[in-house]
């Protein structure tokens, strides 16, 4: 997913090799084009046996001091399902730089929660036609990324050949000097976590978050588990509800590779007192009640001007 939270202690590393024989899929650094105030990151550098389907999470911190973040692209070899920047507020002391964890599942030595995302990324791939997963900002306008940043490499893969590989994507991140963002632009979180979804049963939760100042929307997606059935947000000024984003079927896939909606520049304007309401449908076939953070019900956009993440926590309606 998108969003993830790890506990205080600190993660299981991965071991280097599970099995032989293995077939080296990195992607090289000689297939990914660099620009000025480009920085080239690594992620994880795994081995996933036949079969795997797995979320590995590699921790580090960004040391290029006080930059705009302008875009990050990202590349993953054949089976990849998504490779993102996120951020965290784990210290360094609990994950060293270079920890990788196995972050597929929900147990063990960490716990899904909210975090503060930084961008969506623009995913491409090595083999096959390239697939554009961020909407990109104009030019002018960034992300404040700051110095000893803490941050989180998440890549996922399916193996569905027959022999293991070893993987290991890039991300570019096109940076720019703090003195040359017009725009700043930052993440609004939208989300509600005191839900409970009785097994065998369908079902519907409603919130609302209403802004304080205006704001410019660049881009919107939604966020569900694999229980999700569908997902909307409506805007109200006052008692008009006006649709604006919607995913009528919803399929597991987006949890990692979400609809994104985005609005030409000055396009989706939120005036200050516009109220959000977030929809989120599901039926959980379970035999257990389904709770946050293994369900959840997120909006994240980008809007601007802003400085630093937007969060609500959202009243059920």
Same mark, same amino acid.
């Not at 623009?122 to 961020?134: F, H, I």
């Not at 992300?143 to 570019?172: F, K």
């Not at 396009?267 to 449908?281: I, Q, S």
């Given at each position: 997913m998108?969003l993830?939270?790890?506990a205080?202690?600190?993660?299981?590393l991965?071991p280097?090799?599970?099995?032989?024989?293995?077939?080296?899929?990195r992607?090289?650094?000689a297939?990914?084009?660099?620009?000025?105030g480009?920085?080239l990151?690594?992620g994880?550098d795994?081995?996933?046996?036949?079969?795997?389907?797995?979320m590995?999470?590699?921790?580090g911190?960004?040391?290029?001091?006080?930059?705009?973040?302008?875009?990050v692209?990202?590349?993953?070899?054949a089976?990849?399902?998504h490779?993102?920047?996120?951020?965290?507020?784990v210290?360094?002391?609990?994950a060293?730089?270079g920890?990788v964890?196995?972050?597929?599942?929900?147990?063990?030595?960490?716990?899904m929660?909210?975090?503060?995302?930084?961008?969506?990324?623009?995913q491409?791939?090595v083999?096959?036609?390239?697939s554009?997963?961020?909407?990109?900002?104009?030019?002018?306008? #960034?992300?404040? &990324?700051? +110095?000893?940043q803490?941050?989180?490499?998440?890549?996922?893969?399916? !193996?569905?050949? *027959?022999?293991?590989?070893?993987v290991?994507?890039?991300a570019?991140?096109?940076t720019?000097?703090t003195?040359?963002?017009?725009?700043?632009?930052?993440?609004?979180?939208l989300?509600?976590?005191?839900?409970?979804?009785p097994?065998?049963?369908?079902?519907?939760?409603?919130?609302?978050?209403?802004?304080?100042q205006?704001?410019?929307?660049?881009?919107?997606?939604?966020?569900?588990?694999e229980?999700?059935?569908?997902f909307a947000?409506?805007?109200?000024?006052g008692?008009v509800?006006?649709?604006?984003y919607a995913?009528?079927?919803?399929?597991p896939a987006?949890?990692?590779?979400?609809?994104v909606?985005?609005?030409?520049?000055? #396009?989706?304007? &939120?005036? +200050?007192g516009?109220r959000?309401?977030?929809?989120?449908?599901?039926? !959980?076939?379970? *035999?257990?009640a389904?709770?946050?953070?293994?369900?959840m019900?997120?909006?994240i956009?980008?809007?601007?001007?802003?400085?630093g993440?937007?969060?609500?926590?959202?009243?059920a309606?």
């Amino acid at each position: 997913m998108l969003l993830l939270l790890f506990a205080a202690c600190a993660p299981p590393l991965l071991p280097d090799v599970l099995g032989d024989p293995v077939v080296d899929a990195r992607v090289d650094v000689a297939d990914v084009p660099l620009a000025t105030g480009d920085v080239l990151l690594e992620g994880p550098d795994h081995v996933l046996e036949p079969g795997d389907d797995r979320m590995t999470c590699l921790f580090g911190t960004w040391t290029g001091g006080d930059v705009g973040l302008h875009a990050v692209r990202t590349w993953q070899s054949a089976g990849g399902h998504h490779f993102q920047l996120l951020g965290t507020t784990v210290p360094e002391l609990d994950a060293p730089d270079g920890t990788v964890v196995d972050c597929t599942g929900e147990g063990g030595s960490f716990s899904m929660g909210d975090l503060t995302p930084l961008i969506i990324a623009e995913q491409a791939t090595v083999d096959g036609v390239p697939s554009a997963l961020g909407a990109g900002l104009p030019a002018g306008m #960034a992300v404040e &990324l700051e +110095a000893d940043q803490r941050y989180v490499l998440q890549s996922h893969y399916i !193996n569905y050949g *027959e022999d293991a590989i070893r993987v290991r994507d890039l991300a570019v991140l096109s940076t720019v000097t703090t003195d040359a963002v017009v725009t700043w632009a930052a993440p609004l979180v939208l989300s509600r976590q005191d839900f409970s979804l009785p097994p065998g049963e369908a079902s519907t939760t409603s919130f609302e978050c209403a802004l304080d100042q205006e704001w410019t929307l660049h881009s919107l997606f939604g966020h569900m588990h694999e229980w999700g059935s569908a997902f909307a947000v409506e805007r109200y000024e006052g008692d008009v509800p006006t649709p604006f984003y919607a995913v009528d079927e919803w399929d597991p896939a987006y949890r990692d590779q979400p609809v994104v909606s985005a609005w030409e520049d000055g #396009a989706m304007v &939120l005036p +200050a007192g516009t109220r959000l309401r977030t929809t989120c449908d599901w039926f !959980n076939d379970t *035999e257990a009640a389904l709770v946050f953070p293994h369900e959840m019900c997120v909006a994240i956009g980008l809007v601007y001007p802003q400085k630093g993440t937007v969060i609500c926590n959202g009243d059920a309606r």
